[in-house]
């Protein structure tokens, strides 16, 4: 078996699109691992007052937001916006940090209130950024009610206090808190396997020069192919044949019919080198970033073209933000080719060339995302790819005819 | 032959609904020795094709035609999540797909084309083992060569290991069936407890005539 262990950097920032949004926020794909080493902290804090420190804090930051300078739909949005910046804010790798980062995003120059100063020293920075992470949603929910009851209080009160908010106090005794687990953000092995066969594929139907196949031969070699038939009998001269007229499918694997090729090659996920991984000194949250686009509408400044249809006068701009793992970010990875036939692993290692002439990963790659340096990628004691290239090559007509004339 | 405690580290999280059996990785391993040069087709080989199986008592004692292996074992509080794996039609070279007289089209919710998001139950497992009785240094040797990975999803980079560690150990048959699911019957005759359920108890544990009421390890 030919295994490869290495190392890559991201060149230019990473986005690996993940099921979850928060608010208009992308997250990173993430995967959860158990701890490398328990992370373990004094606290003289109880969970409800932990909480309740970290949105002294936020109510301090809220306070201090110049909100003359804010208008229109941007106001409207004013607390997803404020999740979305606390949520950037955590990736701090101190407390520290983090108010600074918070207080920079909105343009804050000063904060008056000594709660916060208070709460800050109280909480420690494990504490401060653990809660941020993965409580911002109930902490922007708290600070919204706090708000909401402040003003009511205003009005009856007549007077111009935005948070009516007791210091926080610390218990006597200081409380040990374990955490063994985390959710690390990384690339998963079958994105890997997708860029891969897509780059495979293509480079197989050029240097054969396929123009035209099937629907369903399309399928089975960019994608996998599906299974659509009973699976009372498999032909496995027919699958060798298969292979014989793709060899990359042999790399890859497919379903066609009933039958199943299991690929020779396996693509393990891309952790970040990292603390929690036990694999690195730093934290995986430093790696990480949030980067935003923005889609203008030109129409509005469109001279030469009118513009006809309903709802021509709406506006159709945005701006859209998402996590990213920062450029420079060191991965660990993990290739392998379970074959030793001489044909599936030069076009494994022809495969791993065609990746690292073409190394991008993820999504948001037309605006500058995803590429990696993957110079430390290389295979030891393998076989020359010129193997697989001579075979295509030589065998050019007969593969030719078979995915012209192939029916699935 | 020799009792053996095989350590695992993982380098990724494991997906399993059942847990891992030695004996059906080994039996893999052995189907794939058998056939290098075709690969192995997952799912339906019928069991007199199945070299694997045959092969097996070269490498695994038995007792009563129940292989001496357990299923993977690991620490009960491992996390548990859930992951997912994906996939969908790529339209990026669509212009090479000869869709015929139809419309250049097609429906990625539902029929061939449909795009997945499976979701995976994965669990962290840091270190796993398996007991067995049988060759040892055969066993290490298949498994370094045809294994990366073991549960569902192995080409996705789902349950990699990180590294394999065999030690010699006292087993009894007794403390390796235990750990495994094995024929009511067999496992009232050796006053073997757990929890009843119908599966499985020997390779390949697809084939419906390898199903029978076991006691499985609770």
Known sequence: MIRINYTFKTVGPLFTGSDENSGTLRTLRRQKIALAENQVYKSRLDEKTRRDAVVQILAGVWQAIDFDSIKGTRLMSIWGEFANKLTAAARAANKYQFFEILCRSWGIEAITNKNVLTALDLLTDQELLDTVRNESKYLVLSLRVLRDEAKAKRAENNNDMLFDLEPVRPNAEAVTVVKTEDFIPCISGNSFRGRMRRLAMIDFCKRVGITKIDKKAYHTLFTGGFLDQSTQYEDFDRLEEFVRACPMLGVLGSAIGNMTIEGEMLVGWAYPLCRERGTGDQSFWQFLDTVFQTRHDSSKTENGLELTGDGKEDPQQMKYEYEVFAPGTPFEHRIACTSDKELIVSAFEHLIDLFKASPYIGGQGSVGNGELDLSELKIENGVTSNVYTKYLDENQVKIHEFWAGLKM | ?218
């Open chain 2, 1 to 218: 032959m020799q009792g053996y405690k095989l350590n695992l580290t993982f380098y990724s999280p494991c997906v399993f609904h059942h847990p891992p059996m030695l004996d059906a990785i080994l039996s893999y391993c052995l189907q794939r020795e058998s056939h290098r040069y075709i690969g192995y087709y997952a799912g339906t080989w019928r069991d007199r094709e199945y070299d694997g199986i045959n092969r097996l008592p070269e490498v695994l004692e038995f007792y009563s035609e129940i292989p001496l292996a357990t299923r993977l074992q690991y620490d009960a509080d491992a996390p548990l999540y859930a992951d997912s794996w994906k996939k969908r039609f790529e339209p990026k070279y669509q212009h090479l797909a000869d869709f015929g007289k139809a419309k250049r089209r097609i429906d990625t919710t539902s029929g061939q084309y449909r795009s997945f998001n499976m979701p995976l139950p994965a669990r962290v497992i840091r270190a796993g083992w398996f007991y067995f009785i049988g060759d040892g240094h055969r066993a290490i040797e298949l498994l370094n060569r045809w294994i990366w990975a073991i549960g569902k999803k192995p080409s996705e980079g789902f349950g990699v290991i990180e590294n394999l560690d065999l030690q010699p150990c006292d087993l009894n048959e007794i403390e390796v069936l235990k750990r495994r699911p094995v024929p009511v019957e067999i496992a009232a005759k050796l006053g073997i407890q757990g929890m009843e359920q119908y599966c499985a108890w020997r390779p390949p544990y697809w084939g419906r005539r390898n199903h029978a009421r076991c006691v499985v390890p609770a």
